[in-house]
């Protein structure tokens, strides 16, 4: 088959676009930034959803369900969140359409509401609203909830899964009795999130703290996890905010102390969303298309007959059916892929497209020697290996492509990891050599503006635990105590 | 605790509404008739989102997901089908807010889009027209798809659960070759929702076919499945649509037969919603509170510990875990709840309004005889049990309280079944012992509006394999060969 993926060292932004659409992830709505993801795209998103979901009910949190409208004047009454928020934001102004009479169908006016709803960009807003009536004594705290749902941005450049008009996302909304246990939901949830995207989807992220610039509107601190893509340039995988008792103090949300004192609450809020499938096909894909993590992969192990005869495909069948109930009893997914419309030429290259993990291709020879050809999406090798054992030794592959994928994207962000010490070298590297640069900073908003200004690149996060060090700061040689990591970024 | 519940026989509507705010399942938004649904409700839709799920995929279907808004236009091209959803649809026209320099928060004027976005109150219109880039030739179908997502119909009377006017649901969109294996795509999900409704929710239904003056907009048969509520009135508890070629023509969707010819595609739609939550609150529940079948209760067994000092609860303790491991080997969900801020008959209320199936006490006299005490929700009876084989006691209890509730709720549907002859005795029944009454109709839409507009009652469907039998129609007297249900519905 034809694959039609340009190179990744070609355009790379073309390729992952390329491979989202041939893969059959996604592709664009018709409406503006929208997209649809695809049964396939959408397979894997149900895994990652449900391995997130089981960590999010280990850790205490229940889902919930907040209406998609936002009242205008919600909005309005945390004042940081509503500067952030309202320049992208989809608006309800009207609730029927009738026609015209001269066979139009046009908005009716005489249907206007009387105040405008917005399509929630992100729920703090409604959720405070209602923890109010749900909030009296510190009995009802914590309050750990979970939802998953979608949300709207009005995002003027838009990418599939990376940025996109619509996308669905999980938002973690929790409500504590004190600072300090807030601040600990908020880093709990943070390790869950890098957890989750290092041994579920094998991408290697820095765990740390956003600047002010960048920080989530209406937050007093935001945590994050950076992934570096195989063009050099940073995403940003997930968030986790400390949101202080601002949203609380918005929504008086007061509760009577064991002591009898009235307090407001301490908040947290915490996300990932859809934009995790760009991050995963970006990390391991290459051009012959998809790598996908066995743990995340909606198929695992492809079988691909090799036959002229329909007895022989009967005899592989045969064998391949033992095959599977072993697999499946091991929790391992399997296709057996007997398609006469195709040639297992076409099938290679369309399982590699899909990321299969491991494919196994078999014909009358192998039967008759008791072997199978394995070959690995991850590596592109192949191996003839005895069908003694084989769901045994299936099982240990597996495992071994969802290490090596993980260390391979390590190793590619240590080799794109670099310390700089001056802004010429730090201007040259973004061009010649893109990845994280470690540099010293002044601490100062305006000297970070200038540098994105200048360069493109922001500071993606102030890694935790980070190394103190003295220092000069790259762009105004002020004093600096530690290195932190820049990027141009997704 | 005080319950709060007023009782049903006293005022069904407002014992409905009190159970879902008390027992903590929904409440109403600050959004004109939307709701939040809070995480015990939300849990046991979890459980049903599930179960559907899983029967969804292994009828061949897989998930994807659509943009939440439509093209103004798309939602015209097909007639009928804007008819019935124009007059109740939100509608985006903006998409920025700004700050018009007094402080207030305004919609920009400057930001209003060219065609106006019409919030999804279902999509066969976008997937349609998306469907037109994946379906080319015969090898394409059949395409089986399905899609959770949240939908919104600017409804006017809206209740919780069962009208809201953004609801969660799945609607399953199908493209098929020929006519014959849409409509059996169409019997079949009604089939699956049947046995969920059933065999899950515990609550009997009738399946049927709706009358052309209550079919779906757009479609050319919808089936559908009622249930009867404690107060006989009916729900609609799911459908199913057969759409012929309509939205396969109106988006110009054709296909390339085997035999090269060029021709349109076949289609159905079928969906159901957390309109269930309410099918399944009023069905079963009483009084005291919810009553859950044990299939979908988040908290299947709930053990209650009866104790003064520490060292008899720590006893207890180490009982109660040694019997959870046993339940959770079995699948079977229980909570230890060792509270010490309530007393027992304050747990006891609680677990009974939250509807959880099987409640066990355990005392001190409890641990020296070796016996526990049982008390079971459906029934409202308690026994004292020996804990020799508990596990296995208690896991044959839950199959007979699910089989019990759905008897239970099959012998109210059979009794307030009634075969009408005469309006009078039509309208007398309806006042007097409503129900679903089964009735001969003349078959015209004129004849069913008219029955509507004087006794609100409608005809809920002409039930599958219905007895063929010679009869007048109850407000003509002209000639009809089959009775049909009717019935005042939510």
């Given at each position: 088959?034809s694959?039609g993926?340009?190179?990744?060292?070609?355009?790379?932004?073309?390729?992952?676009?390329?491979?989202?659409?041939?893969?059959d992830?996604?592709e664009?709505?018709?409406v503006?930034g929208?997209?649809?993801?695809?049964?396939?795209?959408?397979?894997?998103?149900?895994?990652?959803?449900?391995?997130?979901?089981?960590?999010?009910?280990?850790?205490?949190?229940s889902?919930a369900?907040?209406p998609?409208f936002?009242p205008?004047?919600f909005?309005?009454?945390?004042?940081?969140?509503?500067?952030?928020?309202?320049?992208?934001?989809?608006?309800?102004?009207?609730?029927?359409?009738?026609?015209?009479?001269?066979?139009?169908?046009?908005?009716?006016?005489?249907?206007?509401?009387?105040?405008?709803?917005?399509?929630?960009?992100?729920?703090?807003?409604?959720?405070?609203?209602?923890?109010?009536g749900?909030?009296?004594?510190?009995?009802d705290?914590?309050?750990?909830?979970?939802?998953?749902?979608?949300?709207?941005r009005w995002?003027?450049?838009?990418r599939?899964?990376?940025?996109?008009t619509?996308?669905?996302?999980?938002?973690?909304?929790?409500?504590?009795?004190t600072?300090?246990?807030?601040?600990?939901?908020?880093?709990?949830?943070?390790?869950?999130?890098a957890?989750?995207?290092?041994?579920?989807?094998?991408?290697?992220v820095?765990?740390?703290?956003?600047?002010?610039?960048?920080?989530?509107?209406?937050?007093?601190?935001?945590?994050c996890?950076?992934?570096?893509?195989?063009?050099?340039?940073?995403?940003?995988?997930?968030?986790?905010?400390f949101?202080?008792?601002?949203?609380?103090?918005?929504?008086?949300?007061?509760f009577?102390?064991?002591?009898?004192?009235?307090?407001?609450?301490?908040?947290?809020s915490?996300?990932?969303?859809?934009?995790?499938m760009?991050?995963?096909?970006?990390?391991?894909?290459?051009?012959?298309?998809?790598?996908?993590?066995?743990?995340?992969?909606?198929?695992?192990?492809?079988?691909v007959?090799?036959?002229k005869h329909?007895e022989?495909?009967e005899?592989i069948r045969?064998?391949?059916?033992?095959?599977?109930?072993?697999l499946?009893?091991?929790?391992?997914?399997?296709?057996?892929?007997?398609?006469?419309t195709?040639?297992?030429?076409?099938k290679?290259?369309?399982?590699?497209?899909?990321?299969?993990?491991?494919?196994?291709a078999?014909?009358s020879?192998?039967?008759?020697?008791?072997?199978?050809?394995?070959?690995?999406?991850?590596?592109r090798?192949?191996?003839?290996?005895?069908?003694?054992?084989?769901?045994?030794?299936?099982?240990?592959?597996?495992?071994?492509?969802?290490?090596?994928?993980?260390?391979?994207?390590f190793k590619?962000?240590?080799?794109?990891?670099?310390?700089?010490?001056?802004?010429?070298?730090?201007?040259?590297?973004?061009d010649?050599?893109?990845g994280?640069?470690?540099?010293?900073w002044d601490?100062t908003?305006?000297?970070?503006?200038?540098i994105?200004?200048?360069?493109?690149a922001?500071?993606?996060?102030?890694?935790?635990?980070?190394?103190?060090?003295?220092?000069?700061?790259?762009?105004?040689g002020?004093?600096?105590?530690?290195r932190v990591l820049?990027?141009?970024?997704y």
């Amino acid at each position: 088959m034809s694959k039609g993926i340009i190179s990744k060292d070609e355009d790379y932004s073309q390729w992952f676009n390329d491979l989202v659409i041939k893969a059959d992830l996604a592709e664009y709505a018709p409406v503006r930034g929208c997209m649809i993801i695809k049964p396939y795209g959408y397979s894997i998103w149900e895994k990652m959803q449900a391995a997130l979901d089981k960590m999010f009910k280990d850790t205490g949190h229940s889902n919930a369900y907040f209406p998609l409208f936002i009242p205008k004047s919600f909005f309005s009454k945390e004042a940081s969140h509503v500067d952030g928020f309202a320049k992208e934001c989809a608006v309800v102004t009207h609730y029927r359409l009738k026609n015209d009479g001269e066979g139009n169908i046009i908005v009716d006016e005489d249907a206007k509401l009387e105040e405008e709803l917005i399509v929630r960009p992100t729920s703090e807003t409604i959720i405070w609203h209602t923890y109010k009536g749900w909030i009296q004594s510190y009995r009802d705290l914590p309050l750990l909830i979970n939802q998953w749902a979608n949300v709207v941005r009005w995002e003027m450049r838009t990418r599939l899964f990376l940025r996109t008009t619509e996308f669905l996302w999980q938002e973690g909304h929790t409500a504590h009795a004190t600072a300090q246990e807030a601040v600990a939901e908020t880093e709990q949830m943070l390790e869950v999130y890098a957890d989750f995207v290092e041994n579920w989807m094998g991408v290697p992220v820095v765990k740390g703290r956003k600047t002010a610039n960048e920080r989530f509107a209406g937050a007093l601190d935001t945590y994050c996890i950076e992934a570096l893509m195989q063009d050099g340039k940073a995403l940003q995988a997930g968030t986790s905010h400390f949101l202080g008792q601002n949203f609380a103090k918005a929504f008086d949300v007061k509760f009577t102390t064991k002591e009898g004192t009235l307090e407001h609450v301490w908040a947290t809020s915490w996300g990932v969303s859809t934009r995790l499938m760009g991050a995963l096909i970006m990390t391991h894909s290459d051009d012959a298309g998809l790598v996908l993590p066995p743990k995340l992969a909606p198929i695992q192990v492809v079988a691909v007959p090799i036959y002229k005869h329909d007895e022989e495909l009967e005899n592989i069948r045969t064998y391949i059916k033992g095959l599977s109930a072993e697999l499946r009893a091991k929790g391992i997914s399997i296709k057996f892929d007997d398609r006469d419309t195709q040639r297992p030429g076409f099938k290679f290259a369309e399982y590699e497209l899909k990321g299969v993990p491991l494919r196994i291709a078999i014909g009358s020879r192998d039967m008759q020697n008791g072997t199978v050809e394995l070959a690995r999406r991850d590596t592109r090798t192949k191996e003839t290996v005895t069908q003694d054992g084989l769901a045994n030794h299936i099982e240990q592959l597996l495992e071994d492509i969802q290490t090596n994928i993980y260390q391979k994207a390590f190793k590619f962000r240590e080799e794109n990891t670099t310390e700089v010490d001056t802004y010429d070298e730090f201007k040259r590297l973004l061009d010649e050599k893109p990845g994280f640069l470690s540099a010293h900073w002044d601490g100062t908003p305006e000297t970070e503006q200038r540098i994105k200004d200048e360069t493109k690149a922001t500071i993606r996060c102030i890694p935790l635990n980070n190394k103190q060090e003295e220092g000069k700061c790259i762009l105004t040689g002020n004093p600096s105590t530690q290195r932190v990591l820049f990027a141009r970024a997704y």
